[in-house]
């Protein structure tokens, strides 16, 4: 059985992933900043809840205990994830208006967050026969895109998220190299409608959590290291 852990899963595209995983065989843990709707979630799924906050070291480190001693982790979906500039509709913060303290409390959930549970469950995936790692990043982090005219990341005003995204490569490409027995990955699941976007996006939740599923069940032979979106490869 593989047991797969989902932060920020009590919703969007973090719930259909746990949703298509629970169906697929896994055993799959919901990591919810709130408790309760943590629980909730996992009934309707018929999945584990476990409080999880990834700002808070303490929190993830009790996660990393609890599923330690129900048996391990093979699978990290490190999904949960902020945009605090890009909230609402027509609301970026562009270059002009972005600070420190945006930029500091986008990276302290998307950048930090990730390595906090990376590093908190390193020692259970690196004993698993078929450990997995799945980093949720947006197309916005291509550096490609993003200067190429034409394209929605050349067009995208905002800063903090998308740097924090392009951060999350950084870190996905050096935690593959450090960690070759682990499948470790970035995904783009597309502009999907969030909560994250204040429900913008021109995709369902269904359609996002396409690539985040299929790179949660690749096998001791499937691509690490690599950036890919439903079609396949995205340009770094």
Request: net charge negative; hydrophobic share 40%; aromatic share 6%.
């Amino acid at each position: 059985m593989t047991t797969t852990l989902i932060t920020g899963a009590n919703k969007g595209l973090g719930y259909e992933t746990a949703r298509r995983l629970v169906a697929a065989g896994h055993t799959v843990y919901i990591g919810s900043r709130d408790a309760d709707r943590g629980r909730r979630a996992a009934e309707q799924l018929s999945a584990r809840a476990v409080q999880l906050d990834v700002t808070d070291d303490a929190s993830v480190l009790a996660a990393a205990e609890t599923i330690e001693a129900d048996g391990g982790l093979d699978v990290l979906v490190n999904n949960a994830g902020i945009a605090p500039d890009c909230s609402a509709p027509n609301a970026i913060v562009g270059a002009g208006e972005v600070t420190a303290e945006l930029m500091r409390k986008t990276f302290e959930t998307n950048v930090f967050g990730m390595v906090r549970a990376l590093h908190a469950f390193l020692p259970q995936l690196q004993r698993s026969a078929a450990a997995v790692v799945v980093n949720v990043s947006s197309g916005l982090a291509s550096l490609t895109r993003a200067s190429t005219e034409g394209t929605a990341a050349y067009a995208y005003p905002g800063v903090a998220y998308p740097a924090s995204k392009t951060a999350v490569n950084a870190i996905t490409l050096r935690y593959a190299q450090a960690f070759p027995t682990i499948r470790i990955n970035a995904v783009e699941p597309g502009f999907t409608s969030t909560d994250l976007n204040a429900g913008t996006g021109t995709q369902t939740v269904e359609q996002g959590a396409e690539i985040i599923v299929r790179m949660a069940q690749i096998d001791h032979d499937g691509p690490t290291g690599g950036y890919f979106d439903a079609e396949g490869t995205v340009p770094w």
